[in-house]
């Protein structure tokens, strides 16, 4: 696990801010000589273990003292990345307990308690797949969006592969983990972003590939309305891939279950949905990556949003003719 740190002593110029968690304390990093405050590894849910794998994200249980958020978090579970023979990303430090975020802001000069400046704010997914990412890859350092754009910048990690997106159709294991993370991120930003110096009434929300793709599931889902107000896609949409069935899910699901030795032809989801479920749940982390990667070998299998269809609200994006029903981010 990652250490959540706190204690009762700083460094005198290291800004501390407040939370509906408690305090945080970042560090000051100069960027052509503009300040930027930079807190790194902020918890915005209970780390997803044990009796929390595979289920919805948990609220963070309120701290004592001050919060060192000073180190990058590390990526949430996954495999190496090899994007070329020569070049890949090493992957041997990602964990389950990777609900965290980052945070960089022009450097605060008010009471942090009360509302601190009015800047806009960017929330960015990152891509990967639904399968690889996290917040800590320099390519997604804020400092200079931040400094240049006098924004504040939000960065968070999300569920991935099996961890993020397994689904047994039942709310035990509902599919979406990682969709409902950045939900959680998402209503974190709208509960403390106005402490660091942001307008939550002006959030734009960002991603890029599977992050894109990811917004747009936000635009889709009435449970992220009133989170965000304007949004950027980069090379990807909701479109761009056949959402897995629920169907596909169960299959996905008993398959790693036969690899792990949860079930057998005796033992199946459908009739020992409980049993199935808490033994995968409990299993061996790199055990369960071990198995998904032998079912990838013999017929790949991938874990990416589900969707369910549902009466469409009344907008003006369901106003339009024929419009009597969409396929939102299933919850």
């Known amino acids: 696990m990652q250490m959540r740190s706190a204690g009762a002593f700083r460094p005198k110029d290291d800004p501390v801010v407040y939370t509906k968690s408690g305090y945080v304390m970042g560090r000051t990093n100069v960027f052509f000589n503009k300040p930027i405050d930079t807190f790194l590894g902020i918890p915005f849910a209970e780390p997803p273990l044990r009796e929390l794998r595979f289920r919805k994200p948990m ?4 701290w004592e003292g001050i919060y060192n958020a000073v180190q990058k978090p590390f990526p949430c579970l996954q495999y190496d990345t090899f994007v070329t023979k020569r070049i890949s990303i090493d992957a041997s430090n990602s964990t389950e307990d990777c609900l965290y975020l980052n945070v960089w802001t022009p ?5 942090t308690i009360e509302r601190c400046g009015a ?5 960015f997914f990152h891509g990967g ?3 690889t990412g996290g917040s800590s890859y320099f390519f997604y350092d804020g400092t200079q969006l931040a400094a240049l754009g006098d924004l504040v910048v939000v960065v968070p990690n999300y569920r991935l592969g099996v961890f993020g997106f397994l689904s047994a159709g039942h709310p035990d294991a509902p599919g979406n983990m990682g969709l409902l993370d950045q939900l959680a991120a998402l209503q974190w930003v ?4 106005v402490h660091f110096g942001g307008r939550p009434e002006s959030v734009t929300l960002v991603g890029q ?21 304007r949004a950027i896609l980069q090379s990807g949409s909701p479109y761009l891939l056949q959402p897995a069935s629920v169907k596909a899910g169960v299959e996905r699901v ?12 005796n033992v199946t989801l459908s009739s020992h949905r ?8 409990w299993a061996n982390a790199s055990a369960l990556m071990a198995a998904n990667k032998e079912l990838n070998i013999l017929n790949p299998i991938s874990y990416f949003p589900r969707t369910e269809t549902t009466s469409c609200p009344k907008t003006r994006a369901c106003s339009s003719s024929g419009a009597k029903s969409r396929t939102w981010t299933s919850s």
């Open 119 to 123: 800047k806009s704010v960017i929330v």
């Open 209 to 229: 590939s599977a992050g894109a793709m990811s917004v747009g599931f936000h635009m889709l889902s009435p449970l992220s309305r009133g989170l965000f107000r």
């Open 274 to 281: 409980h049993h199935v479920l808490e033994c995968l749940r």
């Open 107 to 111: 450097a605060l000069h008010c009471n």
């Open 59 to 62: 609220p963070t249980k309120p």
């Open 254 to 265: 008993e398959q790693l279950a036969d690899v792990l030795g949860c079930a057998d032809e």
């Open 129 to 131: 797949g639904f399968d």
């Open 190 to 193: 709208r509960d403390n972003i």
